[in-house]
């Protein structure tokens, strides 16, 4: 096995004694122990590579063969003979055609050759039983398969297929048939003359009201029939041998769910729009699994969930703890993921240990204590819990990032491989860690350590942990002598702590930093430490003279409050110089009583967004959702604040003005976008994924990009560092705009250009890492929301490579990013010219992203191209992104920006 990220060049005079070989284009996640599962994802684009000339003309015995994500060598002319092989992989490797006959390898039982661009094949040999094509050019089914009387499973996921006769099949198959996204309007011709077929996929065809049940394989086991435009449930003969079924993203009444076959044991149905639990509890009595992902449901009753579910998904909901009945959860659970929802304690009946729960996640919530749980992976980050004690004792995995937690207490899990503290509110490392004997990967960056120096018991642990994650400024490393710690340096624990720049090598300019065992730095002078302290506190006198001047030269400017007497009362003095005292806030400030807040739109982790009217107009109020923020948070706002009142360009959302009557409750009116986020229209309308690049989508995705060509030419040019789909507002004519500029700042300022920011699955590979970015970071995430509208989906999602990993697997995934191995994906259909500007921008190396006026140049060129012609531009405004109507552009630009 050879990686090509890792070995540029492979040679070898003599193949024939290697009986298996593979070489694929990188590492797949973190070089970690491999603790759960962790499959490795090829990417899109191939890696060059030094390969054998005698590759292909060397005698194979070999009877596995794999090229994955590595450019295949020219296949010779002259025929070529391998018949030991019996599994060959040729992914992501530029195919264009595949010549092998039927006589090249007469044994092939397996082939995979996904994710090419092969448009025909030719004959294969008769002895195959699987074949992988997926993600490639055909337009049709290949004519050979038909006569491969031992084929058993065919993949041809994402080929503009179009409508088929399933006579290109032999009849006998008795695997899977996956059709998912092929662009059929209609149920394959001849479909139950495969009468062994146990597993079909036709999701994501729009058959709507042409899908007939009665059609199906006779002895299916497995039908995926989701996000296809059905609006009532099929009816499934009683005798049906249904075990699995996918009916997900359809419109069909709730009421409809009691009639499914009562053999199905695993049922998904996620994203159907569900605000209570389908009634399948009577029918489905052998249900194991229920995945209802996705949906707003608001209440789950005693009863509404079969006792027989062993695994249960219910995302993305809007349910309390309150919301979930006592005896509503099956005591045999397993598996559990309840995330982003509005949960507050664990469901005290999911912690009576009747059966041990595999899989605990209930990340995205608003839990601030945890219950003791047998569960051995548990997934709580983004919660708000302080104190943990020893609550998973049986956990191998536990991941508390982002709560606030202070403290975390362990007695010693022995279990223990996982742990991660990422950021919270930890002050030092937890004393306990010493205690986890076989723990693998430890994470706690993003806390405020300072000045770290392990303890000699603390070293001998760390030394034991092969994976170590913390930040450089977490660790005191200013000493004379100091050690390699995992990715960084540090004091030596076991040497001196003197400080490198002591006054013993003042004759020397660079002094070098050595190891040593001497105590010579065990101290500083009393001299140097009085001097500090005389220091500091001439700067606090210093600083108060000079707030007092201040206070008393901008008494007089103070606004008359008697209008807010009562809300004055409450406001201290801290308060007054901070806000009232500032004149550019002033300059904005509106009359809190000319307000009228309506309802709340939104919440999130800091902030919370209301609708209002102002002076007659629609306005949107974004608050701190935390009356109790610190100073730092508050300044931070208002320093957005600031920023937002300096923009004036159409493709950002207008600023209207800021309301407090206290520092807590300061708050900024923005236009009010009646479309709402990109993110959210996708997810309401992904059938319209195959309508394929309408104006409506080149406009939005042009938006985007002028409104980055404003801010990236400002002096000093802004970066967003955070531009994700949620972050792109749509208004009532589908005008995109950029919103949320929280971590938006000024190219030059170093010291914050190094920080992670932004959300995960947008963040370009070099913020990810760490490492020092500028302006390319917002282009790689213009790359992300580029595959975004093409696809419909969040990034990453959708890939059969990525359908085995949850979301608790998300850290993995971002190492995938973090490392260039992951990229983002889009359809077939996709033009050509979309796929390589998203590709671009998505670049790893941030030198070969476009600039943002090169990316809007192309834009607006492929705009131009697809508009009709002058008469149809009076039309009416579509509020659709599958609009094939243009209209006068409220946001245009002219061209001339854009001569590069």
């Known amino acids: 096995m050879v990686n090509a990220s890792l070995v540029q060049t492979w040679s070898s005079d003599d193949l024939s004694a290697v009986p298996k070989f593979a070489l694929y284009s990188g590492l797949n996640m973190y070089e970690v122990p491999n603790y759960d599962y962790g499959p490795y994802i090829p990417p899109i684009e191939t890696i060059e590579m030094e390969l054998p000339e005698n590759l292909y003309a060397a005698k194979w015995n070999a009877t596995n063969i794999g090229i994955i994500g590595i450019e295949c060598p020219e296949f010779p002319s002259e025929p070529q003979h391998y018949d030991a092989l019996e599994t060959l992989r040729m992914e992501d490797c530029g195919l264009t055609e595949f010549a092998w006959g039927k006589s090249t390898a007469p044994n092939l039982e397996r082939l995979f050759i996904g994710n090419n661009r092969i448009k025909e094949l030719p004959s294969l040999p008769a002895a195959l039983q699987t074949i992988d094509l997926s993600g490639n050019l055909l337009k049709a089914v290949p004519p050979s398969l038909k006569d491969l009387k031992n084929l058993t499973s065919v993949h041809l996921r994402h080929n503009p297929l179009g409508n088929i006769d399933a006579k290109a099949f032999p009849a006998p198959m008795s695997g899977y048939l996956i059709l998912k996204n092929t662009s059929m309007t209609r149920m394959p011709l001849n479909l139950n003359r495969l009468t062994e077929l146990s597993e079909l996929s036709l999701s994501y065809n729009n058959l709507g009201d042409n899908f007939d049940v009665s059609k199906l394989p006779p002895a299916l086991t497995t039908l995926e029939i989701a996000y296809c435009g059905l609006t009532k449930l099929p009816k499934f003969a009683k005798e049906s041998t249904l075990d699995m079924l996918d009916i997900s993203g359809n419109a069909i009444a709730v009421e409809e769910y009691a009639k499914l076959p009562a053999t199905i044991t695993q049922l998904t149905l996620e ?16 249900a194991i699994v229920l995945e209802l992902a996705n949906n707003p449901i608001e209440r789950i009753e005693a009863g509404d969930i079969p006792d027989s579910v062993r695994k249960l998904v219910l995302n993305n909901t809007s349910l309390t703890t309150t919301d979930i009945a006592y005896t509503a959860l099956p005591l045999g659970l397993t598996t559990v993921n309840i995330t982003f929802s509005q949960l507050e304690e664990i469901p005290e009946y999911l912690l009576i240990a009747n059966t041990q729960k595999q899989i605990l996640n209930l990340a995205h919530n608003k839990i601030k204590t945890i219950n003791r749980t047998t569960a051995l992976r548990v997934y709580l980050q983004y919660n708000e819990i302080e104190e943990y004690d020893d609550a998973a004792a049986y956990a191998k995995l536990l991941d508390l990032s982002f709560n606030k937690l202070r403290s975390f207490k362990t007695s010693g899990a022995d279990d223990l491989k996982v742990l991660v503290l990422r950021g919270n509110n930890l002050i030092t490392v937890p004393d306990s860690l010493i205690s986890l004997r076989n723990l693998q990967v430890l994470d706690l960056r993003d806390n405020p350590i300072t000045n770290y120096v392990p303890s000699p018991q603390e070293w001998d642990f760390f030394q034991r942990v092969p994976v170590v994650m913390m930040d ?3 660790l005191r490393s200013n000493c004379k002598d100091i050690v390699q710690f995992k990715e960084n340096v540090i004091c030596n624990p076991e040497g001196s702590l003197e400080p490198a720049s002591s006054s013993s090598d003042e004759s020397d300019p660079d002094p070098p930093v050595r190891l040593t065992n001497g105590s ?13 302290l005389i220091g500091v506190a001439l700067l606090v006198v210093i600083a108060g003279f000079m707030w007092y001047l201040r206070r008393k030269r901008l008494a007089l400017s103070k606004p008359n409050t008697t209008d807010v007497t009562t809300e004055s009362s409450v406001r201290s003095e801290n308060e007054d110089i901070m806000l009232w005292n500032d004149e550019e806030l002033l300059r904005h400030r509106v009359d809190p009583k000319l307000l009228q807040v309506e309802r709340l739109l939104a919440g999130g982790t800091y902030g919370e967004v209301f609708l209002a009217t102002y002076e007659g107009q629609r306005v949107v109020i974004k608050r701190l959702k935390d009356r109790d923020s610190s100073r730092a948070e508050i300044q931070q706002f208002v320093s957005e604040i600031k920023m937002m009142a300096t923009f004036r360009f159409p493709k950002i959302v207008r600023f209207v003005g800021v309301v407090w009557t206290k520092e807590s409750d300061i708050g900024v009116l923005t236009e009010y976008m009646e479309n709402g ?19 409506g989508k080149l406009r939005i995705a042009l938006d985007i990009a002028e409104a980055l060509v404003y801010l990236h030419s400002l002096d000093p040019p802004m970066v967003h560092r955070d531009l994700k789909s949620r972050n792109v507002l749509l208004d009532k004519d589908m005008t995109a705009c950029l919103s949320d500029f929280g971590t938006t700042r000024a190219a030059d300022e170093s010291s914050t250009m190094t920080t992670e920011v932004g959300t995960a699955l947008w963040m370009a590979p070099e913020v990810l890492s760490g490492q020092r970015y500028d302006q390319s970071a917002d ?17 990453f999602q959708g890939d059969d490579r990525l359908e085995s990993m949850g979301t608790s697997e998300g850290t993995f995934i971002m190492g995938l990013v973090g490392s260039g191995s992951l990229r983002v994906k889009f359809l077939l259909s996709c033009p050509p010219d979309i796929v390589k500007l998203g590709t671009q921008c998505t670049d790893p190396d941030p030198a070969g992203r476009p600039s943002t006026l090169e990316a809007a140049y192309t834009l607006r060129t492929l705009l131009r191209q697809q508009m009709q012609p002058t008469s149809s531009r009076n039309s009416a405004t579509s509020t659709h992104l599958d609009s094939s109507a243009d209209t006068a552009d409220p946001c245009y630009i002219p061209t001339i920006l854009y001569t590069l």
């Open 271 to 286: 994203n159907a729009g569900l605000k209570r639990i389908p009634p399948v509890s009577s029918g489905l009595k052998l």
């Open 472 to 474: 450089a400024s977490q």
């Open 520 to 532: 010579s730095g065990s101290s500083v002078s009393t001299v140097a430490i009085a001097l500090i």
């Open 677 to 695: 986020d990109l993110r959210a229209y996708l997810d309401k309308n992904k059938q319209q994924a195959r309508d394929g690049w309408t104006v």
């Open 779 to 795: 282009i790689y995430s213009l790359g992300v929301i580029l595959s975004e509208l093409d696809t419909h989906e969040l990034p």
